[in-house]
C-alpha cells in the first residue's frame, strides 16, 4: 500500500460527536475532506446541520444529527439513525465535552464552595456521557466489522498538567485519558486487535467554554491566565482548529494502523516546555 493511500479514508463512515462545535466541526469537514461520509451529532442539531452543510457544498457527504450526551437513550436514537442511514460506522471521535464557570474557583467562589452538582455535571459531560456512553453505543456496532474501526477520543492538555481554577474539568480529562488506555486495551485483548482507541490532547484553543478564563470580557484582551499560557507555549500562539485535523486523520486510518492506547499532545510545545 502506497503512503498516501495510508491517509485516505474514501468508503469509511465517521461519526463525530460534539460535532457542531468549533474544534468538532473542524475535525467533521476535516475527514470529510479526505474520503470519509461523516455523521455529525450534537447537542443542538441546527449546529451539526450547518457542519453538514459546509462538508456539502465541499463536496464531501456529511449529515446532522441531534444527540444528548446525558441521556444514553438519545445516543442510541443517534446510533440508529446513523446506522440506518450508512450501514456501518468505522471512526468514532468522542468530541463532546467543556468546562462550566460553576465549576471553576475564583475570588468569588473557592475550592471549599465549589457546588457538586456542577462538578458531577462537568465529569458527567466529559467522561461518562462525552466518551464511555457514547462508546458503548457505537463501538458495539464495530465490532463486526471486518476491518475493525478506530476510537478517538479528545482528552486535554490539563490531563497532563492540571490548571489551576478548573478542577473537575482537569480531572475529567485525566480519566479520559486513561479510560482511552484501558478501552484499548479491552477491545484489542477480548474482541478485536484492529479495533483501536487513541485520544488527541489539544493546548490551549479559544473556545466558548475558555475565554472568560484567557480574555477580558470587557476589553477582549488576554487576561493574566492567558498571557501566562502563551508565554509557556514555544510557539507563542493558541491552536486553531485545524491545527486537530491532521493527527486525527492520521489516527482514523490506516496510517496508524499498529498504534492504539495512545494519548497524543497537540499543544505547541506546552507540555514539552519547563518555563526555563
Not at 487513541?198 to 475565554?211: M, W, Y
Request: hydrophobic content about 45%; overall charge negative.
Amino acid at each position: 500500500m502506497q503512503v498516501r493511500q495510508q491517509f485516505e479514508l474514501d468508503g469509511k463512515v465517521a461519526v463525530v460527536t460534539g460535532g457542531g462545535g468549533v474544534l468538532g466541526g473542524a475535525i467533521a469537514e476535516g475527514l470529510a475532506a479526505m474520503g470519509a461520509a461523516v455523521a455529525i451529532a450534537d447537542l443542538l442539531p441546527e449546529n451539526a446541520r450547518a457542519v453538514a452543510e459546509r462538508i456539502g457544498a465541499s463536496g464531501g457527504t456529511g449529515k446532522g444529527y441531534a444527540m444528548n450526551a446525558f441521556e444514553k437513550a438519545s445516543v442510541d436514537a443517534c446510533c440508529g439513525a446513523v446506522m440506518a442511514d450508512f450501514g456501518h460506522v468505522d471512526i468514532l471521535v468522542n468530541a463532546v465535552g467543556g468546562n462550566m464557570k460553576g465549576a471553576a474557583t475564583s475570588p468569588e467562589q473557592s475550592f471549599f464552595d465549589l457546588p457538586g452538582d456542577a462538578l458531577r455535571k462537568v465529569v458527567d459531560l466529559n467522561l461518562v456521557g462525552g466518551v464511555i456512553v457514547p462508546s458503548q453505543v457505537f463501538v458495539k456496532r464495530m465490532l463486526d466489522n471486518p476491518e475493525g474501526g478506530s476510537i478517538i477520543n479528545v482528552s486535554s492538555m490539563n490531563a497532563f498538567r492540571p490548571l489551576t481554577r478548573i478542577p473537575g474539568y482537569s480531572a475529567a480529562k485525566a480519566a479520559v485519558s486513561n479510560f482511552t488506555q484501558w478501552l484499548a486495551v479491552h477491545l484489542a485483548q477480548e474482541y478485536k486487535s484492529s479495533l483501536r482507541v487513541n485520544a488527541i490532547a489539544p493546548g490551549f484553543f479559544l473556545t466558548e467554554q475558555n475565554r472568560f478564563l484567557l480574555t477580558d470580557p470587557e476589553t477582549g484582551e488576554p487576561t493574566l491566565r492567558g498571557k501566562t499560557i502563551i508565554g509557556h507555549t514555544p510557539m507563542g500562539r493558541y491552536g486553531a482548529p485545524e491545527d486537530l485535523v491532521g493527527a486525527v486523520v492520521w489516527l482514523a486510518g490506516d496510517a496508524s494502523r499498529f498504534v492504539t492506547g495512545i494519548v497524543l499532545p497537540i499543544d505547541g510545545g506546552f507540555s514539552a516546555f519547563s518555563g526555563v
